[in-house]
């Protein structure tokens, strides 16, 4: 009895010290000098507009990774290409990859003097320090969420249900869309919600790629990080906890979310 | 619809699922794959219905070459082992579905679903889900579904394997009554002797990717082929060189031409019958079933002499 209330409270402490008491301070650091001085720094045209940024990338990202995701994860449950174990072991490069290599890749790749940067460069396409840069890490990045959540359910309900289908008249797109998909979508919304936060608080990619250009290629946590650096206390703050907000609610989805993943 | 399976062979790996399989199904039938389990039977019913493919072989159905014809367009009803129900529809999507995909009219579907949970009996259960339903309904539900797009073929993968004995024996004759309702070619795989000799008009006997036998039940049990067929379709024990049924031996006080002398060792009433179990010379030990009261009238007792001999014209195979 006495040992299970000592783990409890050291587990408490160790979520209070590394959690709570850090979401905590932001919220109170915020609105220390009141809520005024938090909506003119929120409401000024760079923090606008990186909300906006913010928003957009993720809003293409996180659809890029379903389509990606749903194919892949076919395919991998389903051994449909001979390359399956292959996409499976690299889907999972993002996760092992620190995302300030994964946004030195891309510099390397689409920046001047890179092979495809160069070719697109003659195209009249600029890639780095542009949106379709920040999208490309943010999609990098977050490229492993839908697949994972996706697999391992594909995989428990087995091919019987789509084969069933195929008796009865379906063809293979009626039956990913009326049978297989409804069979995971618990699953692939889990995995948009953990896609979409990953894509919102992505900062070691983008901050390579993005050049940081205020009001241009700034995102959320790229204000963050300026304000900070320019000793911008309370556009800091600001910025920080609209990101920990946005972080609350997908975590309060999430939750959710799970409870319908195990009731199905 | 009859079915021509020609040289199928089907191999997953190293494991020869089916080695060069030819066997002729008949219209209107109601036939049993039979064998061991491992034997290749479900593969030969996937490959007819079109969801495995041969390595090598064809696929005939009503003299046309089905071989690459996708399951959808095969004309075919597969029921699935484990029910394969959609968990996220009730009892009346799942058995509308089929009619749906191919873009059957409304008022159609409406009036053919109400007649098939009729004929599975379960009009009342139309709304619940899957997981609402008990194995027997299930299995129900899964053949109205499959019922459902008139298949000139229906095909069972052990229907009757994941459910209780008394459920089990329920739906066999409810099958049986079924299949002479609807006039479909139906083939059923089952590991169960019992099951395949009940309900099956022709019983084909897989085995280790072979066929080891094909004909009616009766002549299965009467003409096997092979000493596997013999044992596989009922008890069987060995006289001399000879694999005998043990109610095809016939006990005698005195010595005859061509009888084994042996010495009783057990005697075991078991209502209707007895089982004697006998020793003889050699050491090799053979089971005898006679009627209770042939057994009582030869007066048999522990450690008497006998004399075995099978009966004339009866099933035997010998060692080969």
């Known amino acids: 009895m006495g040992s299970r209330v000592l783990l409890r409270s050291a587990a408490l402490a160790y979520l209070f010290v590394l959690l709570l008491a850090p979401v905590g301070m932001i919220a109170y650091r915020t609105f220390a000098h009141g809520v005024s001085p938090v909506w003119t720094s929120l409401s000024s045209g760079s923090a606008r507009h990186a909300v906006f940024l913010s928003v957009l990338v993720t809003a293409i990202a996180v659809p890029l990774n379903v389509a990606f995701g749903l194919v892949a994860g076919v395919a991998i449950a389903r051994r449909r290409m001979p390359a399956g174990r292959m996409v499976n072991l690299l889907v999972n490069l993002p996760f092992a990859m620190s995302p300030v290599v994964i946004g030195l890749a891309l510099f390397t790749l689409y920046g001047r003097g890179g092979w495809v940067g160069d070719w697109l460069a003659v195209r009249g396409i600029q890639v780095l320090f542009s949106v379709p840069g920040l999208v490309f890490a943010t999609t990098f990045v977050s490229l492993p969420f839908v697949v994972r959540e996706v697999v391992p359910v594909l995989e428990e309900i087995g091919s019987d249900q789509e084969q069933a289908a195929a008796t009865l008249g379906a063809g293979p797109w009626t039956t990913f869309w009326r049978i297989t998909l409804p069979a995971i979508r618990w699953a692939l919304a889990y995995g948009i919600v953990l896609s979409a936060a990953r894509a919102l608080g992505e900062y070691g990619a983008v901050s390579i790629v993005s050049g940081n250009i205020v009001g241009r290629t700034q995102t959320l946590p790229l204000l963050v990080e300026e304000r900070f650096r320019n000793f911008d206390a309370v556009g800091a703050y600001s910025a920080g906890f609209v990101l920990a907000l946005i972080s609350l609610v997908i975590v309060a989805v999430m939750t959710l979310l799970s409870r319908r993943k195990e009731h199905s | ?320």
């Open chain 2, 1 to 320: 619809m009859s079915i021509d399976a020609m040289s199928v062979t089907k191999t997953f790996g190293d494991f020869h699922a089916l080695r060069d399989v030819s066997v002729s199904i008949d219209r209107g039938k109601l036939t049993a794959l039979l064998g061991p389990s491992g034997g290749g039977k479900s593969t030969l019913l996937r490959i007819i219905a079109g969801l495995d493919e041969p390595d090598t072989g064809r696929v005939y159905i009503d003299g046309r070459d089905m071989t690459n014809v996708p399951a959808r367009r095969r004309g075919i009803g597969f029921v699935f082992q484990h029910y394969a129900a959609f968990p996220h529809m009730s009892v009346w999507d799942n058995v509308a579905f089929g009619l749906k995909v191919t873009r059957t009219a409304k008022t159609t579907t409406k009036q053919r679903v109400a007649e098939l949970l009729e004929l599975v009996h379960l009009s009342g259960l139309a709304h619940r889900y899957p997981s609402e339903l008990s194995g027997g309904q299930r299995q129900r539900m899964a053949l109205a579904r499959a019922l459902a797009v008139e298949p000139r073929l229906l095909l069972l993968d052990e229907p009757f394997g994941a459910l209780d004995v008394k459920v089990r024996e329920e739906l066999r004759a409810w099958l049986r009554q079924l299949h002479e309702q609807v006039h479909a070619t139906t083939v059923f795989v089952t590991h169960d002797q019992e099951e395949a000799m009940e309900l099956a008009d022709q019983i084909v006997l897989i085995n280790a990717g072979e066929v080891e036998q094909v004909g009616a039940p009766e002549e299965l049990y009467d003409n096997p082929a092979s000493p596997f067929v013999m044992s596989f379709l009922g008890a069987t024990t060995r006289l001399g060189d000879a694999l005998v049924r043990p109610h095809d031996i016939e006990v005698l006080a005195e010595p005859s031409a061509g009888a084994h002398e042996a010495m009783i060792e057990r005697v075991l009433g078991l209502g209707f019958h007895s089982r004697i179990d006998v020793v003889l010379p050699d050491g090799s030990s053979v089971t005898v079933q006679l009627t209770r009261a042939h057994a009582q009238q030869l007066e048999l007792g522990v450690g008497d002499i006998v004399f075995l001999r099978h009966m004339p014209g009866t099933t035997v195979t010998t060692n080969g």
